[in-house]
């Protein structure tokens, strides 16, 4: 979990780097500043866990803890898209970098697409307010994560990514 968080950190960091408007650049580096904060605080308190065992109080600190990382995480991947809606810069020669916003633009595309589909078919009533049941959700760039197939994984064992490893080899 924490190593999955200070992905999600680095995919932050890289996505506000590019990003065309300051004000959604900010509020992501501040999304992934307090990320960052929370993955340490989860390190720190997985080892005291393991050094004094079997507690009530370490277990719900922990489970807490875990339950803010996932929550900071949501935080990051809703002003990404916020980021990704504004406009991203041209990404620099850095591989991963061209990874981050190759994979950012197929998100965008899907919004977009999924947008033109529900323009078309509109279900609307008769105030013309759209319809809830039967629509599609948009896509969300968790969604997205969570959609890539498993082999494309690679979660190292331990926290410290292997040489050549890049952002977005791993996945929530």
Do not use: Y
């Amino acid at each position: 979990m924490v190593s999955d968080g200070q992905v999600v950190v680095k995919f932050g960091n890289i996505l506000a780097k590019h990003c065309l408007d300051q004000r959604c650049s900010m509020e992501l580096l501040r999304a992934a500043e307090h990320t960052q904060s929370i993955s340490r605080q989860l390190s720190i308190v997985a080892r005291v866990k393991a050094v004094t065992g079997e507690s009530k109080a370490s277990s719900e600190l922990l489970v807490s803890n875990v339950q803010n990382l996932i929550r900071a995480v949501q935080q990051v991947l809703r002003e990404a898209e916020a980021v990704c809606v504004k406009g991203l810069g041209q990404a620099s020669a850095d591989p991963e970098e061209e990874e981050v916003a190759a994979f950012c633009q197929q998100w965008r595309k899907n919004l977009t697409q999924h947008r033109a589909k529900e323009a078309l078919n509109s279900n609307r009533d008769e105030l013309g307010l759209r319809k809830t049941r039967g629509a599609k959700a948009e896509p969300t760039l968790m969604f997205l994560m969570q959609e890539q197939p498993p082999q494309s994984r690679n979660i190292p064992k331990h926290p410290n990514p292997r040489k050549g490893h890049t952002v977005m080899d791993r996945h929530l």
